[in-house]
């Protein structure tokens, strides 16, 4: 079962004045990757608390996985894309890409978001935007091969397997 951390950025959030609904549709959807939300924070759009949070779930904590949710979009306070790429040491930009093309298909808005994909040691970060349905539809177009990934960047593998669909 893949650890997964999940990070919600939101300033209201963060007071206890807004639900994280985008937090709990993560939760339920990595269950259907054999994930489990072992840990769940709620920050603030400032880019050193998400850094700090980033850095303790894949250090600290151990995650496989970190889904962030929120502050991916153009306004002036949205700065995880900026705090992710400063504590990743590899970036993934296929998984980005990929989320942006399946989200266009449904929305023109979808050119707009900055997500960013990437490593930090053996933990892979992803940043999704910050409402429920787009947070489904982006895990929808990546969701099959996330767990190869987290294989392949644990070394889970020995050879690689032929992969028809590439």
Not at 28 to 47: K, N, Q, S, T, Y
């Amino acid at each position: 079962m893949w650890r997964v951390g999940i990070l919600t950025v939101s300033d209201k959030g963060s007071r206890g004045e807004r639900e994280d609904k985008s937090g709990e549709e993560i939760r339920r959807l990595v269950l259907r990757m054999d994930g489990e939300a072992v840990c769940r924070e709620i920050v603030p759009d400032e880019r050193e608390e998400i850094e700090n949070a980033l850095v303790r779930m894949a250090d600290n904590k151990g995650m496989d996985l970190i889904l962030t949710t929120g502050g991916t979009g153009l306004a002036p306070r949205d700065v995880t894309p900026e705090a992710t790429r400063s504590v990743i040491h590899r970036e993934v930009p296929g998984i980005a890409e990929g989320m942006r093309l399946y989200s266009l298909k449904k929305t023109k808005f979808a050119m707009l978001s900055r997500a960013v994909a990437g490593t930090r040691g053996n933990t892979l970060i992803l940043n999704l935007p910050g409402s429920p349905k787009a947070v489904r539809e982006c895990l929808e177009a990546v969701m099959e091969v996330l767990p190869h990934a987290l294989e392949t960047l644990q070394g889970r593998f020995g050879e690689h397997e032929s992969q028809s669909n590439l």
